[in-house]
């Protein structure tokens, strides 16, 4: 007996050839009742499906909003980084959640270096002002250091 050269896929319906169905030893005709472009278009899905659930459960979990939310406020902003303005497409890690550490309130979402940045100055204010007056300070000492130049 010859084995069919061809058979009908049972998800897409379409008469496909053998070779277009993964081996499967344990059915009649040695090949899977799905053929491979519908196995793995089934398999894309699932794995989408799982990974905006873990999306959205990371969010829930660690700020208490959801991946719509974040997906919002990202509209809102214009997909920019609420400091610096850059666009998220230009950022490598994209956009962040920045949130406060005492309250847990999400305040807004930022690029890695500036949500990085209110990191290393401990979200203090004290310490921003502190900061902004520094370089101002430098540039005041950079004016004078060009003026003795001339």
């Known amino acids: 007996m010859t084995a069919p050269a061809a058979k009908v896929c049972t998800h897409c319906g379409l008469l496909k050839p053998m070779s277009e169905f993964y081996r499967r030893e344990s059915s009649r ?15 894309a899905i699932r794995h989408q499906v799982t990974r905006d659930a873990a999306r959205n459960r990371r969010y829930v979990t660690r700020y208490g909003i959801t991946a719509d939310d974040v997906d919002e406020l990202r509209a809102a902003q214009r997909y920019r980084c609420a400091l610096c303005g850059r666009h998220e497409d230009r950022l490598p890690l994209g956009l962040m959640v920045d949130h406060d550490h005492h309250s847990g309130t999400v305040r807004a979402l930022l690029c890695h270096s500036c949500n990085a940045g209110l990191g290393h100055f401990r979200e203090s204010t004290e310490t921003l002002h502190a900061a902004i007056a520094y370089l101002a300070r430098g540039d005041e000492l950079l004016a004078i250091t060009e003026t003795e130049k001339n």
Request: proline share 0%; net charge positive; with cysteine.
């Open 29 to 43: 005709d040695g090949r899977r009742g799905v053929c491979a472009v519908c196995t793995r278009r089934a398999a």
